[in-house]
């Protein structure tokens, strides 16, 4: 007996000392989990303040301030109104402003927003903190066009104010294939040689580079975008007509016009067309016509360039000799022009610019000559297919080789203008760019003015990102107002990013054309 009392006296010692351990562990485990709750109150209070602190910071610094604090992928819920920031529902602190959002909050709607991440990333933008915003709007930082006139001060959105500029003249001198060309960009040329005063060869030395139809009698219907009238007749005169305002060029070689040709020529050229004429057959011995006189007289001479066309050469026209040596030719009449003083043609101005080309070497007038009527521009020559097309100074050069390849200028003719700008850029090297990696620029693209018809095809808008010499082309689109370009970024690991943006205008008439442009902010999106 007295064993088995020992042995339940033993039991009951050894379940009071397991008991007297469970408890001592269960007070130092709630010490502990006390302690463990107490420093992540503290590290949530820090956090709180941190992010409080930021906030007032970047505030302080103005536009352009910025900072990060790490959140650690933290909860943290911010309330505009009552100036309060919760971090994960167990520490709240105080904002000392109203005046931050994370781009979507505002007091009124929505003043309460919460976010989740790695790291928190201040912005202050126009005097407001914005809190992890995916996308830092970068202002343009310097603009000049293409006459290095500089734009900055208009550009730098959103003032309200545009930048205006004036496209200018130039050729394309890249292009192809001539016949696809006048295709995609709506166009159409005609010549008109039903008397056959040029040959073959002279036909094809003038429309060289292009598939031209003939329209006769008995093929009346014109087909793509090129025309060569070999009968003039009142079946193919109609055609004619109906196709004229499509035709930006037109060729006339010694034909004799009716009125009503000669009239609705009038129209074309004041609207813009160019005509080349030439030949002692357009209308009769004299006649006011597209804004000059025009003369004819069965005497033979010889034309010579005058010197003030190779001191001031034409844009399009490109004739063989120099200043020392100018090229003539001998013709067995003349035809000449003369400017129309006092006269009003059909009711239309009289020609402006009007500017000698050559000149007969006995009679002193005006063989060779253009000039600017309404929107559109005139060539006379006394005779483009003559027997004499080579130049007597120099007989390896023909002048209907020269007037085609005017031609060909004319029909690259484009109005073109651009801007370079500048835009300071901090990147933020410690995150990521959006998966998409793109930015965009928006601007304003007006053309003014506009008369109708146009063609969109004609209106094009060329954007580059340059990196140190080299162009990447960001965009190629034509647009009317507010349109957002994405581009994929090049540089934006370096202290700027720098941007051409080209306009373009594909015709040929005398309007003046202008683009007036607003650049909007660079937009670079990450994630924090």
């Known amino acids: 007996m007295n064993k088995a009392q020992a042995s339940t006296e033993i039991f009951f010692a050894i379940g009071f000392i397991m008991l007297f351990f469970i408890l001592i562990t269960f007070i130092n485990f709630e010490r502990s989990q006390q302690t463990k709750n107490v420093d992540e109150t503290l590290?949530?209070?820090d956090k709180c303040l941190s992010i409080s602190n930021a906030v007032s910071s970047v505030y302080t610094k103005g536009p352009g301030g910025t900072t990060t604090v790490n959140l650690n992928n933290n909860r943290a819920t911010f309330n505009i109104n009552s100036q309060t920031l919760m971090i994960e529902d167990i520490y709240s602190c105080t904002i000392p402003i109203k005046d931050f959002t994370d781009g979507v909050a505002d007091p009124i709607t929505n003043?309460?927003?919460?976010i989740q991440a790695k790291n928190l990333k201040f912005q202050n933008i126009n005097n407001k903190v914005y809190i992890n915003i995916p996308c830092i709007n970068y202002p343009i930082s310097h603009a000049e066009d293409h006459n290095a006139r500089k734009l900055t001060s208009q550009l730098k959105y959103p003032d309200n104010i545009d930048g205006r500029i004036h496209l200018r003249r130039r050729i394309n001198t890249s292009i192809q294939d001539y016949n696809e060309y006048l295709v995609n960009h709506n166009s159409k040329i005609a010549m008109i040689d039903a008397g056959n005063a040029c040959t073959s060869t002279q036909q094809n030395n003038i429309l060289s580079g292009l598939n031209c139809a003939q329209i006769t009698d008995t093929n009346p219907l014109p087909t793509g975008n090129?025309?060569?009238y070999k009968s003039f007749s009142s079946i193919t005169q109609p055609v004619f007509l109906n196709n004229l305002n499509d035709y930006k060029i037109i060729i006339i070689e010694d034909e004799m016009l009716p009125d009503n040709i000669l009239n609705s020529l009038e129209s074309w050229l004041h609207l813009g067309g160019i005509l080349i004429f030439g030949g002692r057959n357009i209308a009769l011995s004299s006649?006011?016509?597209?804004?000059?006189?025009?003369n004819y007289k069965k005497i033979s001479d010889t034309i010579t360039v005058v010197?003030?066309?190779?001191?001031n050469s034409d844009f399009f026209?490109?004739?063989?000799?120099?200043?020392?040596s100018p090229a003539s030719?001998?013709?067995?009449?003349?035809?000449w022009a003369s400017p129309c003083q006092n006269c009003i043609p059909n009711g239309f101005p009289t020609a402006v610019n009007y500017t000698l080309i050559g000149r007969y070497t006995f009679s002193g007038q005006d063989g060779y000559a253009r000039w600017v009527y309404g929107l559109g521009e005139a060539y006379l020559f006394?005779?483009?297919c003559h027997n004499t097309d080579k130049y007597t100074t120099n007989p390896d050069r023909y002048l209907t080789v020269d007037v085609g390849n005017m031609i060909k200028k004319m029909i690259g003719t484009q109005k073109f203008g651009y801007i370079n700008a500048t835009i300071d850029f901090e990147p933020q090297i410690d995150f990521p760019l959006t998966t998409q990696n793109q930015s965009s620029i928006e601007f304003n693209f007006f053309n003014v003015p506009q008369p109708p018809p146009y063609d969109t095809t004609d209106y094009n808008v060329k954007q580059y990102e340059k990196v140190n010499n080299d162009f990447y082309l960001a965009g190629n689109n034509y647009i009317e107002g507010l349109y957002q370009q994405p581009v994929i970024l090049n540089s934006w690991l370096g202290s700027s990013i720098n941007y051409k943006t080209e306009f373009i205008v594909h015709e040929l008439n005398l309007v003046e054309r202008y683009v007036d442009i607003n650049y909007q902010d660079l937009i670079i999106c990450y994630e924090y």
């Open 43 to 45: 590290n949530l209070r």
């Open 111 to 114: 003043p309460e927003f919460t």
């Open 226 to 228: 090129c025309h060569l």
């Open 287 to 294: 006649r006011d016509v597209f804004g000059i006189k025009w």
């Open 307 to 311: 010197n003030d066309y190779y001191i």
């Open 317 to 324: 026209l490109s004739l063989g000799g120099d200043i020392n």
């Open 329 to 335: 030719w001998s013709l067995p009449e003349i035809i």
């Open 382 to 384: 006394a005779s483009i």
